[in-house]
């Protein structure tokens, strides 16, 4: 079974400031990551995935997230937050083949201050 | 494309009374699933389909929750009688290959 780990259900940065959302997984067999950014009222946009190759990723928005194995981590980044990053933010995992549903974390909800 | 299209995006009932929730997939996708959203619980998966076909219901909470998949376009989630407690927002989404695209989801209240 596959499950993910959010630590921190709510994280709070002063904009400009890095943004660090935190993400550990538990899979029995190679995964697929994805990062979903949600904002109110809206359903679950795609910020960016890992599937294969290279473990340090790019997404949308500025953020990106490194796939560390030995960790089983999939951490979340952006140097520089801006207001309009205030969002609910999951991590979820499924399998390598991405024949399995998404497993999703329960959320970080991300505020910016000015 | 115009992405996931769920329908209606609020739906106030009385409980006791018949909920259904309707969900158009984007073209040519080949998986459909169901989560439910809550405070509490998070993003649960209640079902999922793989060409039409119910691969895994286990996340349906009760019997008075049904879904159907009578073709590739058309997805129902229904809810029969209704409860207080299944208030939420219900998203429905749809795949091809790896990531998953959600639709805007619909806020069911039950009073």
């Known amino acids: 079974a596959q499950s993910v780990t959010q630590l921190g259900s709510h994280v709070s940065v002063s904009e400009g400031a890095l943004v660090l959302l935190r993400c550990n997984y538990s899979s029995s067999v190679p995964p697929y990551l994805f990062w979903y950014v949600q904002y109110p009222n809206q359903g679950l946009q795609l910020l960016l995935k890992?599937?294969?190759?290279?473990?340090l990723v790019k997404g949308i928005n500025g953020f990106e997230a490194e796939f560390k194995k030995s960790e089983t981590s999939f951490h979340l980044t952006k140097p520089s937050a801006h207001m309009s990053d205030a969002a609910e933010y999951f991590c979820a995992v499924s399998d390598l083949r991405g024949n399995t549903p998404l497993v999703f974390g329960k959320g970080t909800r991300l505020s910016v201050i000015a | 494309d115009a992405g996931v299209i769920q329908s209606p995006r609020h739906e106030v009932t009385e409980m006791g009374q018949e909920v259904t929730l309707r969900c158009k997939p984007i073209?040519?996708?080949?998986?459909l699933f169901w989560y439910r959203q809550t405070m509490m619980r998070g993003l649960e998966l209640l079902i999922y389909f793989n060409n039409n076909v119910p691969i895994d219901d286990s996340g349906m909470p009760e019997d008075r929750f049904s879904a159907k998949m009578p073709n590739a376009s058309f997805s129902t989630l229904k809810i029969q009688p209704s409860e207080p407690r299944d208030s939420a927002v219900y998203f429905c989404?749809?795949?091809?290959?790896?990531?998953?695209?959600f639709g805007q989801g619909t806020r069911l209240t039950v009073v």
């Open positions: 989404a749809s795949r091809l290959t790896t990531e998953a695209f």
């Open positions: 073209s040519g996708h080949d998986y």
């Open positions: 890992y599937t294969t190759g290279a473990t």
